[in-house]
């Protein structure tokens, strides 16, 4: 019995008008479907021009099967044609056999070829994919001194690859899982065998087989999908576009997500300390990445505090500055024509709109724009009275700071954290500021990354590598992350 839903049927011209009907041919013009004779037998094979190498379908599948002889396969059973062509003709590699229909579809419609004989009820699907892609370049968010210089790309199977040229390790496995509902999209679960926890790899699998989106998925998406915390301001995923970073997550016992199509990738369970780290700290001298984590540290403090400390000092408890200090902000400000609040508001936004604009032009001018943004606005503002010098300062030191955030997501969270301190600071002093930062910590410690405890191993404390703040030597390095399976 021939279902058009769910699978094939012995009949290949009843299997060839599903698909038709299916992929929308003849009026589909990216649909090819070409019929042959192979021995004894017919048989057709369905591709998507753009998609598949057409010299890798023709030179490996089509002319070895087209020529056998009239009378091969003669005598072999029409369930089992498929497997006979597979044996005695087709070269290609990676292959599959399939039934479902759904299936069938989604593997051509992603570049693979589909092998289907009269009399038989099962397809090949063979990795035939040959559209353009870009070559691997340099990292653009990811930039470091010293240290490899390669970065993900858009193809899946490109980037499965520079992992497995990195971790070359019997233990490393590679499942492939499908995501969305009216459009899939191809999402690989790789992780080392032994060392990731399987818990925590069936949650992420059901996570992103248990999607229903109708649209295409990014890596953005996927992590929606793994995440379990939508409104919190840290991300509960580490992404990365460096094979070498994603392979220092599967050593620690991480389950790495690529997303087809997307040049980066996700590790999941994180850590805060993740979000913090860089490529340069396992790059350099352990004394050097010591070094500049506390830089970073500061800096993010720097960013995070400072507004709201200026504002509640200068509101609040201008007891805390000097007199001489306390008289020149009093003086500058009085020329002031808005209050404080209002005027480090201001500033913070048109610094981050600076940075923005600075990011989203084009090649060099981002760098000359946001220069010569920041020196012309920042001195006419303080030419025309409308923002005192010293509060300039302040917003240009906090911007600075957020700049020391090497996780591009973390740092918008900040951004967003520091407006909410700053209000706190302005309107409530430094009492209220430390309750809105008790308030910001304490849903910190309390959020899990696919179950783990984002904070851990400090809060709650866990065994493992102590690889937090100071960057040990090597030789105290060999533990792995407390989220790792019981048999690492």
Not at 51 to 61: G, P
Not at 105 to 134: H, I, N, P, W
Not at 159 to 176: A, P, S
């Amino acid at each position: 019995m021939c279902d058009d839903a769910i699978v094939l049927c012995p009949l290949l011209e009843r299997n060839l008008e599903v698909l038709r009907a299916r992929l929308g041919a003849p009026g589909n013009a990216d649909v090819l479907i070409r019929r042959f004779r192979s021995g004894a037998f017919a048989s057709a094979l369905v591709a998507v021009d753009g998609m598949v190498n057409s010299v890798l379908a023709d030179e490996n599948i089509l002319k070895p099967c087209m020529d056998l002889p009239h009378s091969a396969g003669a005598d072999v059973p029409p369930d089992r044609r498929v497997g006979y062509l597979m044996e005695n003709a087709v070269s290609v590699l990676p292959m599959k056999m399939k039934d479902n229909i759904d299936e069938i579809l989604a593997d051509v419609l992603s570049g693979q070829s589909a092998l289907l004989c009269e009399g038989c009820a099962t397809a090949c699907v063979m990795d035939t994919r040959g559209f353009e892609k870009r070559t691997i370049g340099r990292p653009e968010s990811e930039k470091v001194v010293l240290g490899p210089h390669e970065s993900f790309s858009e193809s899946i199977r490109t980037n499965i690859t520079l992992i497995r040229r990195i971790v070359q390790r019997e233990e490393l496995t590679t499942e492939f899982v499908t995501a969305g509902g009216a459009m899939k999209t191809r999402c690989a679960l790789l992780y080392l065998r032994g060392t990731a926890d399987e818990t925590l790899l069936s949650r992420i699998r059901s996570r992103i087989e248990g999607c229903s989106y109708d649209f295409p998925l990014t890596t953005g998406d996927v992590e929606r999908l793994i995440e379990r915390h939508p409104l919190s301001l840290i991300p509960e995923c580490v992404r990365t576009e460096r094979p070498d970073r994603a392979a220092s997550f599967l050593a620690e016992g991480q389950i790495v997500v690529l997303t087809d199509g997307s040049p980066d990738v996700i590790g999941a369970p994180a850590t805060v300390y993740h979000l913090l780290h860089t490529p340069d700290d396992a790059t350099l001298r352990w004394q050097y990445g010591t070094f500049l984590r506390l830089i970073r540290l500061i800096g993010v403090l720097i960013h995070l505090l400072l507004p709201g400390v200026f504002l509640s000092i200068l509101r609040f408890h201008p007891q805390l500055l000097s007199p001489m200090l306390l008289t020149s902000v009093y003086e500058t400000g009085s020329r002031v024509p808005i209050p404080v609040y209002l005027e480090a508001l201001l500033m913070t936004l048109a610094f981050d709109l600076i940075t923005e604009a600075g990011l989203r032009a084009p090649g060099a001018l981002g760098s000359a724009l946001g220069i010569v943004s920041g020196l012309i606005l920042g001195q006419s503002a303080v030419s025309a009275d409308i923002v005192s010098p010293l509060l300039l300062i302040v917003v240009a030191a906090s911007g600075l700071g957020g700049f020391c955030v090497p996780n591009y997501e973390l740092s918008i969270g900040l951004k967003i954290a520091q407006l909410a301190l700053m209000t706190c600071g302005a309107f409530g002093g430094l009492y209220a500021m430390g309750l809105c930062a008790a308030a910001l910590l304490c849903q910190l410690c309390a959020m899990r990354s696919v179950g783990s405890p984002l904070t851990a191993p400090v809060a709650p404390h866990r065994p493992g590598n102590r690889d937090i703040l100071l960057r040990l030597p090597i030789k105290y390095q060999k533990a792995r992350a407390f989220f790792a399976g019981k048999n690492r």
